[in-house]
């Protein structure tokens, strides 16, 4: 019996540790607060604000729940364990080797504690240096991070795309809803660079093309951020396409601009001027979020805005076609020779290199 105690000792230490991590307490806090707001009388009064509480709680509740059963189990455990009775040591042996399995397999979480790491992601793509090659590489990547999400059975909506002059695309933004979306995606957020022999080259010359990746947390709730209107300029303009019925005839596109940090959103995808006015400012709001954890500011006020020249510099990826193949990532110095299947989308070994990085570097 006193082995059974060491052990689940053992665990119970590391779990706290795990925990405190995890700021568990702050997540247990939250869900009880949207417990209590969700019983109010008045609460499906307004419907959309309901589902989106809703879905909320039933995220943290997803989280906290296995974590809570595994601290109840390793409780019980010592306090059993305590009582001496040689007669339930076979039963506190299986219930300790099952919480220890548990751990092993919930320890994973850790690589996901930052604050923003269970949020949606919002992920825009960039053509750079490169004319048409640069946007057909904006493409692939684009490809690149669709099938990744559909492999995990992630949700992607396109926001919004501007196709490219001849071949490609000029950028996108989209969102990928999913457990972890952000924590598993952020990073990837830099300059990616490709070398291949050119397909837009009569010569079949050896081009580098560089696209530049955004990647920040959604953020949609405006709790989560105050904006101040006397702070933002909004304009709206007529949308940009290819013509058809009731394209072009109505002025539907929005452009929010965040005036002390001079971040801009434009948004022409939706029909709707107030849709695309909602979709802007859910944008803005995670691109001050995200300069926010970059510059640990806690007012807005004081945030300044992006060094655009700094981050086009930043180059985090080589992906090399020609002469040889390799998928290079420059920070972890993590690398393939399979080039066509990380572009298919199986990037997990990248991810979990870049997390495992993260982890190490703290």
């Known amino acids: 019996m006193h082995e059974v105690t060491v052990q689940a000792n053992a665990l119970h230490k590391e779990l706290a540790e ?75 042996e299986d219930q300790l080797a099952t919480a220890q399995t548990t751990f092993a397999e ?3 979480e850790l690589k996901f504690a930052g604050p923003y790491d ?14 048409t090659d640069a946007q057909d590489w904006a493409q692939m990547l684009l490809r690149m991070y669709v099938r990744w999400a559909e492999q995990h059975k992630y949700a992607v909506q396109m926001i919004d795309e501007s196709a490219g002059d001849e ?54 709730r405006p709790e989560d951020l105050e904006l101040d209107d006397k702070d933002l300029r909004i304009d709206v303009y007529r949308a940009g396409g290819h013509g058809g019925q009731s394209v072009n ?12 940090t001079g971040i801009s959103v434009a948004i022409q995808n939706e029909r709707s001027q107030l849709q695309n006015k ?31 020249q700094a981050a086009w510099g930043n180059q985090i990826r080589s992906y090399v076609l020609h002469p040889y193949k390799q998928v ?7 690398e393939s020779s399979n080039p066509d299947t990380i572009l298919d989308g199986n990037l997990d070994e990248f991810i979990n290199a870049y997390l495992d990085y993260s982890i190490g570097a703290e």
């Open 18 to 92: 795990a925990l405190r991590k995890l700021r568990f307490d702050e997540l247990v806090a939250q869900k009880t607060a949207l417990d209590e707001h969700m019983v109010q009388p008045d609460f499906w009064q307004d419907a959309t604000a309901a589902q989106a509480t809703a879905k909320q709680q039933a995220g943290l509740a997803a989280r906290v729940g296995p974590w809570q059963a595994l601290q109840q189990s390793v409780d019980e455990v010592l306090e059993l364990a305590g009582l001496g009775d040689p007669t339930i040591k076979s039963d506190l």
């Open 106 to 108: 919930l320890k994973n």
């Open 118 to 131: 269970d949020h949606e992601v919002i992920m825009s793509i960039y053509a750079g240096a490169g004319g």
């Open 167 to 220: 071949a490609g695309i000029k950028s996108a933004t989209f969102s990928i809803a999913g457990p972890f979306a952000y924590g598993k995606l952020k990073g990837e957020h830099g300059v990616h660079r490709l070398v291949r022999l050119s397909p837009f080259n009569s010569d079949n010359l050896r081009q580098t093309s560089f696209a530049k990746v955004d990647v920040l947390p959604k953020v949609d």
């Open 249 to 260: 005839t109505t002025d539907s596109a929005v452009r929010v601009t965040h005036i002390p």
């Open 278 to 308: 909602e979709v802007a400012l859910t944008i803005l709001r995670s691109k001050l979020i995200a300069l926010q954890m970059e510059q640990h500011q806690e007012k807005i006020a004081d945030l300044k805005g992006p060094n655009e």
């Open 328 to 334: 290079k990532d420059l920070r972890t110095r993590f």
